[in-house]
Structure formats: structure tokens, C-alpha cells
């Protein structure tokens, strides 16, 4: 009787375990990622980009709010902010906050669905259909959130394009709404990156292959997403169990080769999708991979 009893005995302790790890441990191991990007002319100067995504702040968060402040000190050239940065109606006056010292630096940024909605309670089940059915939550106070970003000089650049000259870089941006909701408009800032930029950087929330394809056909040299929480449930030598949207497994979280370079565009693009920094308050859980920010250094391409 003990031998029958024991195995399941070890199987329940080793699941509690787990669960207590990636939700009172790991959720909140605040992670720095680095990676050098190979996409300015060359003999450029290095270019730091700080880029932050999936907050989902809730006013309590002071140890998140802490960690994002605390990042000013990396003292990037730009800081780029790729979405669902809200998780409750009484969000937006915190992540400003947070936010405050790195709103002196130019900056852009695209929203998205969680900063349209909040969150509601969902079955985790739901993720393994690729077209489950969406709920949403109540409408969230996002205008306050974008004016607040806004009125420090970010660029929103909601199915729009723009430009900065940061640190002597002439930066062409394109953006799009989010795709995870059929917001796209990509037909509003088609057409050739601006070949006079020394680089083109695209930014959407969710990396759908259907809207990373147009920017890379248009030549952008990055682009820079979040949305997939790279898995948030990783499983250790397989990788995220779910991406939640069209792209493949393997590009779930950090630095990949979209398209190769080409003669007419010899950087190719890049892709960057950031693991983000939170979770839904009805799924507070990480394993396996941590939140993070992320530190991009464009550097001359060969």
C-alpha cells in the first residue's frame, strides 16, 4: 500500500511545488535580456533601445512599478513600448509613474487589446484552439494612458508612421494596431521604408506572420512585437507550450532572422517579440520564463 500511494503522494508535492515557484517566485523575477542587433549603416554609432511590453500593471504592483522606473538608469537612446501595458481601470495613473523617468527620452509606442479591455477569467484550455472565441473584459480608460505618453513627445503609432533623429540616428518607424484583435490597418502605412533613414523600425503587438511579412517586404530592418509572454509556461528542452496567435514556436520570444538580407535590403529584418513583464491577474503564473525588459544595442551591419 505505501509503494501505490507513494508515486501520486510525489507527483501532487512535485505539482504544488511548481505552481507555488512560477507564481510566487518566478512571476516576479524581474529579468534584463541584451542581444546586439546588426542593422545601422556602417560606421554608425551604437543605438540602445529599451523595450518594454505587456506590463498588465495593476495599481498594487509597486515591485513591477520599481523595476520599470529603476530602468531609466540603463540610460537607453529610445524607448519603444509594444502594448497591453494595463490590467484594471485604475491602472493608467501607475504605469505612468513607472513610466515618468523614462518619458524625458524619445520614445513610441502601439497599443493594444489589453489596454482596450481588462482582464477576465478565462479557461487556460482555450489557448490550445487556434481560433478560440475572445472575451473581453471592461472597456479600460486607454486615451489617458496615450495622452500621457503623448504629451511627453512618444509617437503613436497606431496604423501610422513617423520619424525621430535620436542620438544623430535618423529612425523611419511604421506601426499598426493590434492584430490579435483584426485592428490592423496595414494598408495605411504601406509602401517602401523611407530609404533615407539610416533604419526602418517596424512595431505591432501581436506577431502575426501576415503583418510581419508586409513590413519586411517594405523593406523595415526591425520589428519589434510582444503579446506571446514567450509561452509563459515554458516546458524545460521543449519550449512554450502556446504561442496565442499565427506565429511558429521557435520565434515565441527574443532575437531571430525574419527574412534574410537581399541585395535590395542587406540587413533583411530582424524580429524581436519580447516575453514581457506580466501576466493576467487570472493567470499569475510564469515557468520557465521570467519577466523581462529588454535592451537592444543596433549595431553596424557588416
Known amino acids: 500500500m505505501r509503494t501505490t500511494t507513494a508515486v501520486p503522494a510525489a507527483v501532487l508535492a512535485t505539482g504544488a511545488a511548481t505552481v507555488a515557484y512560477a507564481s510566487l517566485v518566478e512571476r516576479t523575477r524581474w529579468t534584463l535580456r541584451r542581444f546586439d542587433v546588426p542593422v545601422l549603416p556602417p560606421g554608425s554609432a551604437p543605438l540602445r533601445v529599451l523595450q518594454l511590453s505587456d506590463l498588465h500593471m495593476t495599481a498594487g504592483q509597486t515591485g513591477k512599478q520599481a523595476f520599470v522606473a529603476g530602468l531609466a538608469a540603463l540610460e537607453p537612446d529610445l524607448v519603444v513600448t509594444t502594448g497591453d501595458n494595463l490590467a ?3 491602472a493608467v495613473p501607475p504605469t505612468l509613474r513607472a513610466l515618468e523617468p523614462l518619458l524625458d527620452l524619445p520614445g513610441a509606442f502601439v497599443l493594444s487589446s489589453n489596454d482596450y479591455y ?3 477569467p478565462k479557461n487556460p484550455l482555450k489557448y490550445f484552439k487556434k481560433d478560440h472565441r475572445k472575451v473581453f473584459g471592461e472597456p479600460l480608460p486607454w486615451q489617458e494612458l496615450r495622452d500621457g505618453m503623448t504629451a511627453r513627445g512618444w509617437l503613436d503609432l497606431t496604423n501610422t508612421t513617423g520619424g525621430l533623429t535620436v542620438a544623430g540616428v535618423r529612425i523611419a518607424f511604421a506601426g499598426v494596431d493590434d492584430p490579435h484583435l483584426q ?3 496595414y494598408d495605411e502605412v504601406a509602401g517602401p521604408a523611407d530609404p533615407g533613414a539610416d533604419v526602418r ?3 505591432v503587438h501581436s506577431p502575426e506572420p501576415r503583418v510581419l511579412d508586409r513590413f519586411a517586404g517594405d523593406g ?3 520589428l519589434l512585437c510582444g503579446h506571446t509572454h514567450g509561452g509563459q509556461l515554458r516546458i524545460p528542452f521543449y519550449g512554450a507550450l502556446v504561442t496565442n496567435c499565427g506565429i511558429d514556436r521557435q520565434h515565441v520570444r527574443w532575437l531571430h532572422r525574419w ?3 537581399t541585395a535590395a535590403h542587406p540587413t533583411g529584418t530582424w524580429l524581436h517579440v519580447s516575453a514581457g513583464l506580466g501576466t493576467s491577474p487570472y493567470a499569475p503564473y510564469r515557468l520557465a520564463c521570467p519577466p523581462e525588459a529588454t535592451l537592444l544595442t543596433l549595431t553596424p551591419r557588416a
Open 88 to 90: 484594471g481601470a485604475d
Open 118 to 120: 481588462g482582464p477576465t
Open 183 to 185: 485592428l490592423d490597418r
Open 201 to 203: 523600425l517596424g512595431l
Open 220 to 222: 523595415y530592418d526591425l
Open 259 to 261: 527574412t534574410e538580407p
